[in-house]
């Protein structure tokens, strides 16, 4: 099974600033490599897809990046609602495996 | 819209068994393949099974086979989840997920469209 590991588990950071977390897989994974946000007690939402691709309706403050082995998600300008759990998901084979999670707190 | 609702959860004793529904809308449900992930309590995602648009393929994780069983009605656009033998650790909040794009099962796809989760708590 391929394993994800996310870096950092969790961070804080003030509405306005930039973060960044990583993604890094056991083996390559190409670039199939999926965002998601998850808000307490709600379901997780998509962002990024394969990589680099920003789901429809999100906002463009998010940005993907990377491929192979080591990923990054991008947040620019944080807004109240991004203060959330964060978590990668690779789908490049079954198993399909998730991260950790990430979770983004308010300084 | 696309509506995915989870219905079927509830407590169960260790050894017993309880079947989930997903009850789908909104798109044409016959050429999506769909799947079930969960989250234990303050734990992370865990992808537990997927099965193809027409039926014909299912994959499990390694935790449920044997155990949990995938299947679909595509008359009914209704996903079940019959899960036996269940344990404790099998406590969780499980969510329907679609696969995007269509026809994608095996690989290569994500999970844009989310049911809001049904509880499933093993205990004695």
């Known amino acids: 099974d391929i394993q994800m590991t996310q870096s950092p588990s969790s961070l804080s950071a003030s509405v306005g600033d930039r973060v960044t977390i990583t993604c890094r897989a056991s083996?390559?994974?190409?670039?199939?490599l999926n965002w998601y946000r998850q808000k307490p007690g709600k379901a997780p939402k998509l962002l990024i897809y394969?990589?680099?691709n920003l789901q429809s309706g999100v906002p463009s403050r998010f940005s993907g990046s990377g491929s192979g082995t080591d990923f990054t998600l991008a947040i620019s300008n944080l807004q109240p609602e991004d203060f959330a759990t964060y978590y990668c998901?690779?789908?490049?084979?079954?198993?399909?495996?998730f991260g950790q999670g990430t979770r983004l707190e308010i300084k | 819209e696309v509506q995915l609702l989870e219905s079927g959860g509830g407590l169960v004793q260790p050894g017993g068994s309880l079947t989930l529904s997903c009850a789908a809308s909104?798109?044409?449900?016959?050429?999506?393949?769909m799947g079930w992930v969960r989250q234990a309590p303050g734990k992370g995602l865990e992808w537990v099974s997927i099965?193809?648009?027409?039926?014909?393929?299912?994959y499990y994780a390694d935790s449920v086979k044997g155990r949990f069983t995938i299947s679909r009605d595509n008359s009914r656009d209704t996903l079940y989840l019959q899960m036996n033998s269940l344990r404790d650790v099998d406590t969780a909040v499980y969510f329907c997920?679609?696969?995007?794009?269509?026809?994608?099962?095996?690989?290569?796809?994500?999970?844009?469209?989310w049911g809001q989760g049904t509880l499933v708590t093993v205990s004695s």
């Open positions: 083996q390559s994974i190409s670039s199939f």
């Open positions: 099965i193809s648009h027409s039926g014909g393929s299912r």
């Open positions: 394969a990589a680099s």
């Open positions: 997920v679609r696969a995007d794009p269509p026809y994608y099962y095996d690989r290569e796809y994500f999970f844009e469209n």
């Open positions: 909104g798109f044409s449900f016959s050429v999506y393949a």
């Open positions: 998901q690779q789908s490049y084979s079954t198993p399909i495996t």
